[in-house]
């Protein structure tokens, strides 16, 4: 299964802070995501990245959230003022060219106070 | 959009016994459905998936069905053994789409030894 690393894996920040998480590919591949999951609830998508570019997001992605690859490896999701329902468990995903399925990392938890 | 429907939410079964956890879509353009095993604090890991050209696949203590007729798939766990037990997802992906994924809510399975 391909390895996607995500920092950090456990967030703690106040409310109306900003947050950046990080999630490193290991191999290059070209179609990341980022997933939502709210403690005990499904997983909810966020975006989806290829070629260094949104290709498609959902109605959860408004202007308080962004993505960028950087520097052409790091693929990073910043929330601008956090709320307390942005407490959620982040999966970033990959997928690769040869298989249908996505990949998640480990996971960022973020708590927001 | 799609809509996938996930039943039952939890699941208790003896060890050994047979478990089968039900999704439906709603998306007849839908033509790829994995299933996900998520233990409690970790990220969901593929275990299993389907195409809609294929009606069942089985892949040692675990088999996935599919109806397209009906809209449905299933994921059958025989044997079952207290390691099974976690929160397994569907999720579905239409063949306009590749890059979004629709999950189920959930089914927490618990295999009492």
């Known amino acids: 299964e391909p390895e996607v690393t995500q920092t950090p894996s456990h967030q703690v920040t106040q409310m109306g802070q900003e947050v950046i998480l990080r999630c490193v590919p290991i191999?290059?591949?070209?179609?990341f995501y980022w997933y939502r999951q709210i403690l005990g609830q499904k997983v909810e998508f966020l975006v989806s990245?290829?070629?260094?570019?949104?290709?498609?997001k959902s109605e959860i992605f408004d202007d308080q959230f962004s993505v960028e690859r950087p520097d052409g490896s790091n693929f990073t999701l910043k929330i601008r003022s956090t709320k307390l329902e942005d407490s959620a468990m982040y999966f970033c995903a990959k997928r690769t060219l040869l298989r249908d399925t996505i990949y998640f990392g480990e996971g960022s938890w973020l708590t927001v106070v | 959009g799609e809509n996938v429907e996930q039943h039952p939410s939890t699941l208790s079964v003896q060890e050994g016994d047979s478990a089968v956890i039900k999704c439906t879509y709603s998306?007849?353009?839908?033509?790829?459905f994995p299933w996900y095993k998520q233990e409690l604090g970790k990220r969901p890991q593929l275990i299993i998936d389907?195409?809609?050209?294929?009606g069942e696949k089985k892949d040692q203590r675990i088999a996935v069905t599919l109806n397209k007729t009906a809209k449905h798939f299933s994921l059958h766990i025989t044997e079952t053994q207290p390691e099974d037990s976690a929160v397994y997802f569907c999720a579905a992906r239409a063949v306009y789409n590749f890059n979004k994924f629709y999950f189920g809510s959930g089914t927490k399975l618990n295999v009492k030894p």
């Open positions: 389907i195409r809609s050209n294929v």
């Open positions: 990245f290829y070629n260094n570019e949104i290709s498609e």
């Open positions: 998306d007849s353009a839908s033509n790829y």
């Open positions: 191999s290059n591949h070209l179609y």
